[in-house]
């Protein structure tokens, strides 16, 4: 079974702070996600990563970078984080047959 | 907006009925899939339609795919307690590299 392991189920962050999300991904997948999930508002992609070290913005890339140095991990950065980043973030990973494989999350709380 | 809608927001039925959730979307698609999300947990793939398929099944549950009406539908029949969770859409697009989520349909079933 493809494994998506996001490192912090809960944090929680004073504004300014700088915040790092990571994802590790057990299956060699090439392309790697990270979504922000709010209510009502579904899911919305922040970044995605093709291959290591390339990246590309999704549909709300503001206030966030990543990294991904290797093809198994995905790093979400939050510079300076702002109180309208509490939300949940899910990593993931997609398979051949273009199914999603998703981490359990990582809800964030900006005080 | 590419963004799918599901249809109803919430529905509670009794342990035993059937649940029909619908989704619509605006844009051509290369397929369209359901995710399961328990409370406060990552999105589990449940099954994928393809463009050219008009419905497919998967245990107890069976999702049908109007493309000239751009909806699905996903049936959960003989619902059971274990199934309270919430459903969404996702259409994929761009050979299916590129996924648009709706707000999801809240599914309660009450023992």
């Known amino acids: 079974d493809v494994k998506v392991t996001q490192s912090s189920r809960y944090l929680v962050k004073r504004t300014g702070e700088k915040v790092f999300l990571e994802c590790v991904q057990d299956?060699?997948?090439?392309?790697m996600f990270w979504y922000r999930q709010d209510p009502g508002l579904g899911l919305r992609l922040i970044y995605f990563s093709y291959d290591v070290k390339m990246k590309e913005k999704g549909d709300i890339p503001e206030g966030y970078s990543v990294s991904r140095e290797k093809k198994e991990r995905f790093s979400l950065i939050l510079e300076s984080a702002s109180t309208n980043q509490t939300s949940m973030y899910l990593c993931?990973?997609?398979?051949?047959?273009?199914?999603?494989?998703f981490g359990e999350g990582s809800r964030l709380t900006v005080l | 907006s590419q963004q799918g809608e599901e249809d109803p927001q919430a529905l509670s039925i009794q342990e035993g009925e059937n649940a029909t959730m619908n989704c619509s979307y605006k844009?051509?698609?290369?397929?369209l899939q359901w995710y399961r999300q328990n409370s406060g947990r990552g999105l589990v793939h449940l099954i994928l339609i393809r463009s050219n398929e008009r419905e497919k099944h998967s245990g107890r549950l069976r999702v049908t795919l109007d493309t000239s009406k751009k909806s699905s539908s996903l049936l959960i029949t003989a619902s059971r307690a274990a199934d309270t969770a919430s459903y969404f859409c996702?259409?994929?697009?761009?050979?299916?590299?590129?996924?648009?989520f709706g707000p999801g349909t809240r599914l309660s079933v009450l023992p």
């Open positions: 993931a990973t997609i398979s051949s047959p273009g199914e999603l494989f």
């Open positions: 844009t051509s698609i290369n397929n």
């Open positions: 299956m060699d997948h090439e392309n």
């Open positions: 996702a259409t994929a697009f761009n050979y299916g590299q590129n996924f648009v």
